[in-house]
């Protein structure tokens, strides 16, 4: 009776671990879709459009995302392909600033993470869209009556809805409204774990408590 029972716990306890193995999830690396476009300055007043445009994003995960080599579009003809030399990457938790232009004594006065080309922010009606041979990985569209003068619309959730943007009040540089590369003053996007804690470790965990059992009963 006895060696039944330790090949009762000792049969569940390989079991155990043998599923915790076979379905163990694997771990989706970070993407561009994870990223928010938390700011968008498409209006400048203190300096001209050409100058002061620029956009901000947020990465939530717990994982760096590179940015190189993601086409940076809208739907009507602006395109570039964002390059650097190794890699581009939005660090965890941390905010990265596009612009038209990256000196800042000439763009209202904030510093840029990336200067593009080739891409503008229309005052009307516009699209931010990143994408990649396989398609579009992140997309937002903004119509008219969006864009204020001289202010940028600050995301104020994690998610990106139109309504979930308002108008910045914290001023920068020469007057403009915006936090580029800051945190704004609305409530912001708290980084998520994108790495769930998978059941193969409960599974694991409870294979290695079938394991102690049957030890300690066979020391018993
Ligand atoms: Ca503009
Ligand atoms: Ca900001």
Redesign the pocket.
């Known amino acids: 009776m006895k060696n039944l029972e330790i090949l009762y716990t000792q049969f569940f306890a390989v079991l155990s671990i043998v599923l915790a193995c076979f379905f163990a999830p694997s771990v989706q690396a970070a993407n561009i879709n994870d990223l928010l476009i938390t700011e968008i300055m498409?209006?400048p007043d203190a300096v001209s459009?050409g100058n002061g445009?620029w956009f901000e994003l947020f990465n939530p995960t717990n994982e760096s995302i590179d940015l190189r080599g993601i086409t940076l579009s809208d739907d009507t003809g602006n395109s570039t392909v964002l390059s650097a030399d190794a890699s581009l990457l939005v660090n965890p938790g941390s905010y990265f600033v596009l612009a038209r232009n990256g000196d800042s004594s000439a763009n209202g006065g904030f510093e840029a993470d990336y200067v593009y080309n080739n891409f503008?922010?229309?005052?009307s009606s516009d699209q931010i869209v990143f994408s990649n041979d396989s398609g579009e990985l992140l997309r937002f569209d903004y119509g008219s009556g969006f864009v204020p003068k001289g202010g940028s619309m600050e995301l104020m959730d994690s998610v990106m809805l139109l309504e979930n943007y308002a108008q910045s009040t914290t001023a920068y540089g020469l007057g403009d409204l915006g936090t580029p590369g800051a945190a704004g003053a609305f409530i912001q996007p708290s980084a998520i774990s994108n790495v769930p804690l998978p059941a193969a470790v409960w599974l694991m965990g409870s294979g290695l408590l079938g394991l102690v059992g049957f030890s300690r009963r066979r020391s018993s």
């Open positions: 498409a209006n459009d445009e503008a922010l229309r005052n």
